[in-house]
């Protein structure tokens, strides 16, 4: 039985040159979505030519409305499908597979203060923060470097925006040393968007000699392309040709082998594989130097195959 469900476009609307808003609504008002946890994403399928392209979407609404999800998808230079069919393809009535709601980035509510930091689309996550902060009364602040995304063009930040407590921050880079320091203590940080912007935070937090276990972050990485190669799932009898634009893991997935898989960007380590034979060429940032050289498992979410083919213990 799929773990996906259907789910209707209700709405698009146009944030920016670059950012489509979508409202998804349940296609079978018999099977209503549930209400979810702050930071939480969904896996968005999206057909495509010979194959469906998944990706994950943090949920941008509150979290306890269940009567409809909102995601915001940056329309990507290089897109394998996904992103590009957002902004061309997909319109009001349209039905997309989805995944129930999952989270590998739920706030820390110990907390004193929260401090999230977005680059551009990485705001996302960030929405589905406030009102949970709020109705907890929690000490909160956000700041967002972008130059052609406006925060207040967002629904969902609208009511915070009076607060005070929301920076947009366009062509100037926030000093982050300073912001850091001038933090209160218990303060935990949460980062979503370049990796660039993620290290700079961490760099600023060592000098600080902040502990690291403060400092919480969130990347979405869409599988790159690749050389296609062929995969054996050798438990299931089944062989599989991977495209080069399609993941390790779709291909699996469009020849019914079922793998369990969350954050689908090689970061959780849910869709970790054994490898019987091959040579991976590893791109996730779950496994550690030591398993990548022994070659005896690979993350089909963003991996590939050095080899000719890999074949797989399912």
Request: with cysteine; net charge neutral; aromatic share 6%.
């Amino acid at each position: 039985m799929s773990r996906f469900m259907k789910a209707r476009v209700a709405a698009v609307d146009q944030l920016s040159s670059s950012v489509r808003r979508l409202t998804l609504v349940p296609a079978d008002e018999a099977s209503p979505f549930t209400p979810f946890s702050p930071g939480s994403h969904v896996v968005l399928g999206i057909p495509g030519e010979g194959r469906v392209c998944r990706n994950a979407y943090s949920l941008i609404s509150p979290p306890d409305d269940p009567s409809q999800y909102c995601i915001a998808v940056r329309r990507q230079p290089v897109s394998r499908g996904g992103s590009e069919a957002i902004h061309s393809r997909v319109k009001v009535g349209d039905e997309l597979e989805l995944s129930p709601p999952a989270n590998l980035f739920l706030p820390h509510w110990q907390a004193r203060h929260h401090l999230m930091l977005a680059g551009g689309i990485g705001i996302t996550p960030f929405l589905s923060y406030l009102p949970e902060l709020e109705r907890r009364g929690a000490s909160w602040e956000l700041h967002l470097r972008s130059q052609d995304l406006d925060v207040a063009r967002f629904p969902e930040a609208a009511p915070y925006l009076a607060s005070g407590n929301i920076t947009q921050h366009r062509l100037e880079r926030p000093n982050l040393k300073a912001l850091l320091a001038r933090q209160p203590a218990g303060t935990h940080v949460y980062l979503c968007g370049p990796q660039a912007m993620i290290d700079a935070v961490k760099d600023a937090a060592r000098e600080l000699h902040w502990s690291l276990a403060r400092i919480h972050h969130e990347v979405f990485a869409a599988p790159e392309p690749g050389t296609p190669f062929m995969a054996v799932a050798r438990g299931s009898g089944v062989e599989v040709a991977v495209g080069a634009q399609e993941s390790l893991l779709e291909a699996l997935e469009r020849s019914g082998v079922e793998v369990t898989s969350l954050c689908r960007g090689g970061v959780c380590g849910q869709c970790r594989v054994e490898m019987l034979e091959g040579e991976a060429e590893h791109r996730d940032a779950f496994l550690d130097e030591q398993e990548r050289a022994s070659q005896r498992c690979v993350m089909p979410c963003v991996s590939r195959a050095r080899s000719q083919r890999l074949v797989l213990d399912l």
